[in-house]
C-alpha cells in the first residue's frame, strides 16, 4: 500500500475511533463515517463508508477465495496478537451491504483473517472488539478482482485455494476464456494456466495430501505429465488411492500425516516403469564347446539365435536338444 493510502487510512481510523469507540453499538449503521479519498491515479473521487460491526452480522461471501473452515487460532495468531496490540483493526475489511431478509447484514469480500481474528477474541475475554468494515458496492467480478488483488502476494492463502478460486471464476465471469481473465487480471496466461492445472488435478490426488494447504503449484506441474500419459497415469492414482487412506487414518490418530514432498515423492516414483530386465535365456550345444542356439521368450514366443556359421551337424544336434527339452504336448 503507497504511503499517500496509509495516511488516509491513518487520518479516517483517528477520525473514526473520535466518533464512535469500539464498544459501541454499531447496528443500524448509526455510526460511521464518510469521507473522500482522491485517487490521483484515475482522477476520479471515490467515497468510503466505514463502520465498526459486530463480526456476527458478516458472512464470507460464497465466491471467497479463502478456505474459512481452515483457520484457527493457530495460524492466526500473529494477526490476533497484532490486533490485541494495537487495541484495533487497523485496516478495514471489505464487505457489501446484503438485502433485507438475509440472515446477516454484510457480505465480507476480503478479510476473511481479520474476520476471525476479532471473532476469536470477542469470544476469548475481549467483548470490546469490533470488526471495522468498508462497504463497497461491488459486481460479482469485480469483487473476484479486488480480494485476488488484495490475496494474491500473501503467503497466508494456499496455491490451491488461490487455483479453485480462479477455476470458478474462469467459467462464471469470463466464459471460459482463459485469455480474457489473463488480461483482466494483468497476468500472464502461461502464469494463470498453471494455477488452472493445479484446481483440476484429480480429487483423489488432492486427498493423496494431508491438508489442500500443502498443495503447490509445483507440484501439479510435475504430476500432470504423469497423469496424462496412459502407461504412468493409472499406477499413479493408484498410489494416491494409497496415500489417501494412509491420510484419512492419520486424521483418525492412526499413525502421522505424510509431509507434501514424501506425497509427491511416492506419486512420482509409482510413475517410474520398472528396469526392464534380460529375458531368461537357455543355450543348447550342438557340440563341446560350441556357440549353440540360444532361446528367448517373449510373452507367447520364442526366439532362437544362432551364428550363420554353424555348422548344419552342430545345428540339428542343437535343435534335438531344444526339442528334447519341451515338454511332451507340445512336441
Known amino acids: 500500500m503507497s504511503k499517500r493510502h496509509d495516511a488516509i487510512f491513518e487520518d479516517v481510523l483517528k477520525d473514526l475511533n473520535k466518533d464512535a469507540a469500539p464498544g459501541e453499538d454499531d447496528r443500524g449503521g448509526t455510526r460511521f463515517l464518510r469521507r473522500s479519498n482522491a485517487l490521483a491515479e484515475v482522477g476520479e473521487r471515490e467515497e468510503k463508508v466505514l463502520r465498526w460491526v459486530d463480526p456476527a452480522l458478516c458472512v464470507m461471501w460464497e465466491r471467497h477465495n479463502r478456505a474459512y473452515e481452515l483457520l484457527n487460532e493457530d495460524n492466526c495468531r500473529d494477526l490476533i496478537d497484532s490486533i490485541r496490540s494495537q487495541g484495533q483493526q487497523e485496516f478495514p475489511a471489505i464487505v457489501r451491504k446484503l438485502g433485507r431478509g438475509q440472515a446477516a447484514e454484510y457480505e465480507v469480500i476480503c478479510g476473511a483473517r481479520r474476520h476471525f481474528a476479532v471473532s476469536w477474541l470477542r469470544a476469548n475475554n475481549y467483548p470490546q472488539f469490533r470488526y471495522l468494515v468498508e462497504v463497497r458496492e461491488l459486481s460479482d467480478e469485480e469483487a473476484f478482482r479486488l480480494a485476488d488483488v488484495e490475496n494474491r502476494d500473501r503467503e497466508d492463502i494456499s496455491d490451491f485455494e488461490r487455483a479453485k478460486d480462479y477455476a470458478g471464476a474462469l467459467e462464471q465471469y469470463y466464459g ?156
Open 176 to 331: 471460459g476464456r482463459q485469455k480474457a481473465m489473463a488480461e483482466r487480471l494483468e497476468v500472464s496466461e502461461g502464469w494463470l494456466s498453471r494455477y488452472l492445472t493445479l484446481a483440476r488435478l484429480p480429487d483423489i490426488i488432492v486427498s493423496a495430501y494431508a491438508s489442500i494447504r500443502d498443495i503447490k503449484e509445483l507440484h501439479a506441474r510435475t504430476l500432470k505429465p504423469l497423469l496424462a500419459d496412459p502407461k504412468s497415469g493409472p499406477a499413479v492414482l493408484e498410489a494416491a488411492q494409497d496415500v489417501a487412506a494412509r491420510q484419512a487414518a492419520a486424521r483418525e490418530g492412526k499413525g502421522t500425516p505424510i509431509e507434501a514432498s514424501k506425497v509427491l515423492s511416492i506419486l512420482k516414483s509409482a510413475a517410474s516403469s520398472p528396469k526392464r530386465t534380460r529375458p531368461p535365456e537357455q543355450v543348447f550345444r550342438g557340440a563341446e564347446g560350441g556357440t549353440g542356439v540360444t532361446l528367448r521368450k517373449r510373452g507367447s514366443k520364442v526366439i532362437l539365435e544362432f551364428s550363420e556359421k554353424l555348422s548344419d551337424e552342430e545345428l540339428r544336434v542343437a535343435f534335438d536338444a531344444f526339442l528334447a527339452g519341451r515338454p511332451k504336448g507340445k512336441r
